[in-house]
């Protein structure tokens, strides 16, 4: 299991691209905070084939495109001394773990939300297929509240690691 966990994690960080300066400027609160709609508007942008047909592929296609584009889309922010900056170090430090070992307790509860936010996909996405707002709802709540609740969880790792590290500590300024 612990081998599977962190292919996830390389997988998921290879399939965003992420260099050190979009790390830097996806520390930017307003990229972690344009993040949390992502699922809302994928859900509009996959509903929105019942209007469009194969035309909703361009409003999927652009939610898409932003998920992507969003830790690269704004500045390097002024200070990171906040909730939303630490949130992204501390997905840093867990990308890392192979390198500089986190606590368990981290690890499990990173598992645990990562996992809930995973089944959060399954009524979501039974809802869209057959068009039920209950379950679509259920399962945005599941998932978007286990993803906002794993980005505090890592604000509390990297309060934990940040001394593990020189890099870890340069980070925050």
Do not use: C
């Not at 966990?5 to 905070?33: C, F, G």
């Not at 699922?39 to 047909?53: E, K, N, Q, V």
């Not at 001394?81 to 430090?93: D, Y």
Request: hydrophobic share 50%.
């Amino acid at each position: 299991m612990p081998q599977t966990w962190s292919k996830i994690l390389r997988l998921s960080a290879q399939s965003m691209a992420m260099t050190d300066e979009s790390w830097k400027r996806h520390a930017n609160p307003l990229s972690v905070y344009s993040r949390i709609p992502i699922l809302a508007l994928m859900t509009l942008a996959i509903l929105s084939r019942h209007w469009l047909g194969w035309g909703a592929l361009v409003p999927l296609a652009l939610v898409l495109l932003w998920t992507w584009w969003n830790p690269r889309a704004f500045s390097v922010p002024t200070s990171t001394r906040n909730w939303a900056s630490r949130g992204t170090f501390g997905e840093r430090v867990l990308l890392n773990h192979t390198e500089i070992p986190v606590p368990a307790h981290h690890m499990a509860w990173a598992k645990a939300l990562g996992t809930l936010a995973g089944l959060g996909l399954m009524p979501w996405i039974y809802g869209l297929w057959q068009f039920d707002l209950g379950f679509i709802l259920f399962g945005l709540a599941l998932s978007m509240g286990a993803k906002l609740w794993f980005v505090d969880r890592m604000v509390w790792l990297y309060q934990d690691m940040r001394s593990a590290s020189e890099e870890y500590a340069g980070w925050e300024y």
